[in-house]
């Protein structure tokens, strides 16, 4: 049927696409969300958002030219929002469509705005334009960006876009000017204080997190960039006034600038340092057999262990010591899209460890060994764990993620003196608790806390397991072994069959 409120809507964004195609030179607009999934069945006309993945034109790598694009299409959304308002009797006060531009570094190193792992990689999406569909957008994963700072500076980037690109049918934007008392918004200081730390290699501790670092950061590049640039003249005037008189009000536009203009300087610092830097070389799929050894002496073929004292000890020698080497991460997590370098490894509780960032109750592991070592994995199943509580909402998602059989985590920081503070509050450096505002920037951890079972693969960075053509397959697997099914052997028969990399 064509006249389904999701097919109306498909078609409209359709539309959207392709005059963004033809005036701004986008290469792909791809749909995903409850449109995609499951062929839209999901998809809800009075509640459900319309969501939208905009690739920038290849090598569109200067802010100026980012906002100017930004400005132009934040008309074309306008235009959108209102004929979605109308098609599927929505009010006009909020945006139907969550609109994504994104960056060949978004996609490349593969980072959402709001820090969701493996987004681009794990989704269902489908192009408008080519009218073709795919399990994660092509290209994602190109890109190796390990480095906490820039991949900070790049996601602050692409959320001031969607929230300027947030327009609602009346005509109300969701990023609106600032006029604080502060020179500027102190999201945006924090993070000129990154990209700063970045390209300073005197930086001195915490100059990551001060704000009047960020200051003297962007003053110092605007100063320079507006010799040659009237968007940044302009900035430039207003800047050296506000700081002056503190009166001024910097306008949604400038704002976008400010951030494109920071994760410029992070990528830029991170290109630079790749560059010149010469870590150590790291064969991953040696190292990673021989933690391998280190930690199931003597054990071949599949090997469980369930006990919480023989799973910690065994986790501890795999995952304990140096993780990271240089620049190299030897050791990943792969489930289905997900793929993240492991940083950092520690025990939290008597069942309770942390992987890089992820709080996982785990309640079994199996060592998955092959007579071809770089071959090897270990499976890793977890327990849900309970809700802190940081988070109203957390309740509420579990109880529809078990009642539809999906997986859900919750994010939240943790400070060095054990408060907990909701995402939000982290990404502000500051929460607010008995009518008081505690300062929580630079003391704060985040936190992935899994509410469902989970589970996943350790294996070699370099392992024949990573190859995103195998990806949506694991996943199906992963998910058949949390429902109770033995499909551990059908994984190992699929690993011995993948071609060794090229480049282990």
Known sequence: MTDTPACITVAVAKTFAQRCHDELGV?????????????????????????????????????????????????????????????????????????????????????????????????????LLSDERSHGLPGVGDVSIGHRLVRQCIRFAQKK??????????????????????????????????????????????????????????????????????????????????????????SARQQLLLAETIAALAEQAYDAATKNAQPPKVDSTPFFFERVGDAFPGKRGIYWTTGPEDVAMRLGRLLGGELRIGRSTPIWMFRGGISIGIERFRQIGPETFLIGNHELKV????????????????????????????????????????????????????????????????????AERDGKIIDTAGRTEVRIRYLTPFNFVLCAQLSPINNSQYDHRIGELLDGMLAGQDLLPTIIADVSKLPRRDDD
């Open 27 to 127: 290469p792909s607009a791809a749909l995903f969300g409850s449109l995609v999934y499951r062929d839209g069945e999901r998809f809800s006309e009075d509640v459900s958002d319309v969501d939208l993945a905009l690739i920038m034109p290849k090598g569109m790598r200067s802010p100026v030219n980012r906002v100017e694009m930004a400005a132009t299409l934040l008309g074309f959304k306008h235009d959108l929002e209102i004929k979605l308002a109308v098609n599927l009797s929505r009010s006009t006060v909020d945006p139907v469509c969550s609109l994504l531009l994104l960056s060949a570094a978004d996609i490349g190193a593969d980072i959402h705005k709001d820090g969701a792992e493996g987004f681009f990689r794990n989704n269902e999406f489908h192009d």
């Open 161 to 250: 876009r969607h929230a300027f690109l947030a327009i609602a049918a009346n005509g109300k934007g969701s990023l609106q000017d600032y006029e604080g008392d502060t020179p500027l918004p102190k999201d945006i200081l924090r993070h000129a204080a990154m990209a700063g730390a970045l390209r300073k290699a005197s930086a001195l501790p915490g100059a990551e997190f001060d704000t009047q670092e960020g200051l003297s950061e962007l003053v110092s590049v605007v100063i320079q960039a507006a010799k040659n640039s009237e968007a940044y003249e302009e900035l430039r005037v207003w800047l050296m006034n506000k700081i002056s008189t503190r009166k001024g009000i910097l």
């Open 363 to 430: 309640s079994r592991v199996a060592l998955c060994e092959s007579p071809l070592y770089y071959r090897n994995f270990v499976y890793v199943e977890c327990e849900g764990l309970t809700p802190t509580g940081i988070d109203a909402r957390s309740s509420e998602r579990l109880k529809e993620a078990t009642e539809e059989g999906t997986s859900i985590s919750e994010e939240y920081g943790l400070t060095d003196d054990g408060l907990l503070v909701t995402r939000e509050e982290y990404e502000d450096g500051a």
